[in-house]
């Protein structure tokens, strides 16, 4: 019997060749989605299928079984709003930011000012405007944050490609983190962190237009048909 005989998969870390060696997060959500077998399939946003493997590859391997219920969710999610990515990477930090090392929390308090002026503009509001998570999560680590917010407002030669390059550093940052630091339950943290990107990112799929049927006449309507 293999992994895809039972009603549960059997995650585990890493990358496999067929399911016979095993599946990671991704990878059964590839099958489960009629893809090729892979850990980037096109069913999931890039960003998002990222924070899966990180996730995946850092939590227990007692922890890990709690995930694969998720896998479902994240099938479809291909929004392409411009928010999503320092979206999905803002609540990633915001799990980890406060209990990270401060090596970390240095690199995270960046790339959240970063995605929160991306955000800014996006939405047309002041660029020092702040969500109140990330607001509350900088102001957990007071001494990151004001290097952070210092180094940021320095003239920096190129800009990095947020997207391609600081949301999927930042988002392994937070999760190595958070599996790496003193917590009672560092699985617990991941499950939740995975959770909320999740969650995030549908927020972002566009709606199916409905299709509304009336059964009633417009006034109008019933002098018209007389």
């Not at 077998?37 to 007692?62: E, Y």
């Not at 003193?182 to 909320?196: F, G, H, I």
Request: charged share 25%.
């Amino acid at each position: 019997m293999n992994n895809f005989d039972l009603a549960v998969p059997v995650l585990s870390r890493g990358k496999h060749r067929n399911p016979r060696k095993g599946a990671c997060f991704m990878e059964f959500a590839s099958y489960l989605a009629g893809e090729p077998w892979s850990d980037h399939p096109a069913c999931t946003h890039p960003l998002l299928a990222g924070v899966a493997r990180d996730v995946n590859d850092c939590t227990t391997d007692a922890g890990r079984s709690r995930l694969a219920p998720l896998i479902p969710s994240v099938i479809g999610l291909t929004p392409d709003d411009p928010h999503v990515v320092p979206r999905v990477t803002a609540v990633c930090i915001q799990e980890a930011l406060p209990v990270v090392s401060q090596e970390r929390q240095y690199i995270l308090a960046v790339a959240l000012i970063v995605g929160e002026k991306q955000l800014a503009l996006l939405d047309g509001r002041p660029l020092d405007s702040m969500d109140p998570a990330s607001q509350e999560a900088l102001d957990s680590v007071p001494a990151a944050t004001k290097w952070a917010r210092a180094f940021t407002a320095k003239a920096h030669r190129g800009t990095p490609d947020y997207a391609r390059r600081t949301a999927p550093r930042a988002v392994s940052c937070a999760v190595e983190g958070i599996s790496q630091a003193c917590v009672p339950d560092p699985d617990e943290r991941l499950y939740r962190l995975l959770s909320a990107a999740i969650d995030e990112c549908k927020r972002w799929v566009p709606a199916k237009p409905s299709r509304l049927h009336r059964t009633t006449r417009t006034p109008e309507e019933s002098v018209d048909a007389r």
